[in-house]
């Protein structure tokens, strides 16, 4: 029945290509083309490839043509190789190499093969790299893979890559599946933020996150709006009485054998299937943006899934607070006072920040299935975009805590950077009648909003991750296409295998 209403994409967003590891010299890999990652200014590195190609390479350095940029490509053929063709794909100098840009230098390789139409890829993973760099390698060659083109009523056009070959020159095996595994987790993410509001209502959201969630040692189960009435999350039913569709709460539990009983870890989502505003309405100009309300539950499901093939020997939860923000004769008012299930009642001053209204109920439901340890991720504050621009996330949380994400997040190649939590910050959301105010005005509003979230976790230690810029590609660049991105996948994960390093 959800199927048959909300409809499902008619083709698929991507393809998880075939990898497998070669113990082939570059020549002799048999595929449509050959992609080799340089660094910049390593002349002597290209002078190899240099030979094969009758001296085009360095003709292009000399030329200026090429010179191994973050991203910057160049083709030539090879000859006497078995394949045809070879691609050059620049990471920068060696010195300011990283994850980063070695996963973006496997997205704009993969989009220029797809371009091209050639299904057979062979890859050489350059002498020196570590395990980190291949795998996000591979991660960017599974993200370059991924198209907005499901709700196309044909294929035409569309083009996939089918197989990766690479070459490294020590053992790969678990850096290729590991990239592998997140890269194809953080598209089906992307597949679900992109997905417009009409095909995705909350219910429809969690059905689709228990399929990815189809995996070992995972279980899960969803609250209705009776059960989320006996436990009084007024702050979840406020936030999804204005819609049609009522919400949900997706709560997943991945509980491996061999785990300890503590830490525990919960990942908490926000879920909004799409942002309105409610009463309190946003302009329309870029509103068709806000289907990507949910990028933070897509995000935290997506990490679990990663979590749990990986098998990560350490209990993980996901909760993902599901609604869609409406106005209607049945929606909430500013100047409502909600009642949320720790207690604290909000006044509503605007209806607009439903994000961290969802999020306290959520919040405070994981400290009840005995978290030890939260991360929350949200597309939560247009002041993050102000403070920190379109690609970096915004982290906040617990002293300790927060430094462990800001590490993962490092390792990850993904951009995060703390921002300040004072008391004072609580004195803004002060309220005549109310515990607290939901809405405290534009100073400080990413840093406020991340207080309101702090009410609700008593003393476990917890972070806040605000994607609301990052979550989004505007513009599309050489190693990414417009819209979801699917950040902060590849950090989660990264901070469940840090288990035990470091954490407070
Ligand atoms: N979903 C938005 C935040 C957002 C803005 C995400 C732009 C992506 C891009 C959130 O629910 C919201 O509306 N926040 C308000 C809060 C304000 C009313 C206190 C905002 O940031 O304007
Ligand atoms: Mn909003
Ligand atoms: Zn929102």
Redo the contacts with the bound molecule.
């Keep these: 029945m959800l199927s048959g209403r909300m409809g499902r994409p008619m083709q698929r967003a991507f393809q998880i290509p075939e990898f497998m590891a070669t113990g082939s010299k570059p020549s002799d890999i048999d595929a449509d083309v050959i992609v080799i990652p340089v660094f910049q200014g390593d002349a002597a590195e290209s002078d190899i490839w240099d030979a094969a190609c009758d001296g085009d390479i360095l003709a292009s350095y000399q030329r200026g043509a090429f010179s191994a940029k973050p991203c910057e490509q160049l083709s030539a053929q090879p000859s006497g190789w078995r394949s045809r063709r070879l691609l050059l794909v620049g990471v920068g100098p060696r010195a300011g190499f990283s994850s980063e840009l070695a996963r973006r230098a496997g997205a704009c390789a993969a989009l220029t093969c797809r371009l091209q139409r050639r299904a057979r890829v062979g890859v050489v993973v350059p002498e020196g790299w570590q395990d980190d760099a291949i795998e996000s390698l591979v991660e960017g060659l599974v993200l370059g893979n991924y198209d907005n083109g499901h709700h196309k009523s044909t294929e035409e056009g569309r083009f996939f890559i089918s197989r990766v070959e690479i070459a490294a020159p020590g053992d790969a095996t678990q850096a290729v599946a590991r990239g592998q595994r997140i890269g194809e987790a953080a598209n089906a993410a992307r597949v679900l933020i992109n997905e417009p509001g009409n095909h995705l209502n909350p219910s429809e959201l969690v059905a689709r996150a228990q399929q990815m969630l189809a995996v070992p040692d995972v279980t899960t189960e969803v609250l209705d709006e009776s059960r989320m009435k006996e436990l009084g999350m007024g702050l979840l039913l406020g936030v999804g009485q204005g819609s049609a569709s009522p919400p949900r709460l997706l709560v997943a539990r991945y509980e491996p054998q061999d785990a300890p009983a503590s830490p525990v870890l919960a990942l908490v989502g926000k879920g909004?299937t799409f942002?309105t505003?409610g009463i309190?309405i946003?302009p329309s100009e870029g509103l068709e943006?806000?289907k990507?309300?949910m990028a933070g539950g897509a995000t935290v499901v997506a990490a679990l899934r990663s979590i749990a093939l990986e098998q990560v020997p350490l209990r993980v939860l996901a909760l993902v607070p599901a609604a869609e923000?409406m106005l209607s004769g049945g929606a909430i008012r500013p100047g409502d006072v909600l009642r949320g299930a720790s207690g604290l009642t909000v006044e509503v001053n605007?209806t607009?920040?439903?994000?961290r209204l969802i999020l306290g109920d959520a919040l405070w439901y994981a400290t009840q299935l005995s978290a030890t340890h939260i991360i929350d991720v949200a597309?939560?504050?247009?002041?993050i975009?102000v403070a920190l621009g379109k690609t970096t996330t915004g982290l906040f949380g617990t002293d300790g805590w927060r430094e462990v994400i800001q590490a993962a997040a490092q390792r990850a190649g993904e951009r995060v950077w703390p921002m300040p939590l004072f008391d004072d910050d609580r004195e803004a959301l002060k309220s005549e009648i109310a515990d607290m105010l939901?809405?405290?005005?534009r100073a400080g509003?990413a840093n406020t909003?991340a207080m309101f979230l702090k009410q609700f976790v008593g003393t476990t230690a917890w972070a806040h991750l605000d994607i609301?810029?990052s979550?989004?590609a505007e513009d599309v660049r050489p190693w990414a296409i417009k819209g979801a991105t699917g950040v902060m996948t590849r950090t989660l994960v990264e901070v469940a295998r840090s288990l035990g390093k470091n954490w407070p």
């Design positions: 909004i942002d505003g309190s946003k943006r806000m990507d309300d923000n605007n607009d920040a439903e994000g597309t939560l504050t247009g002041a975009v939901n809405s405290p005005g509003g909003a609301a810029g979550a989004w």
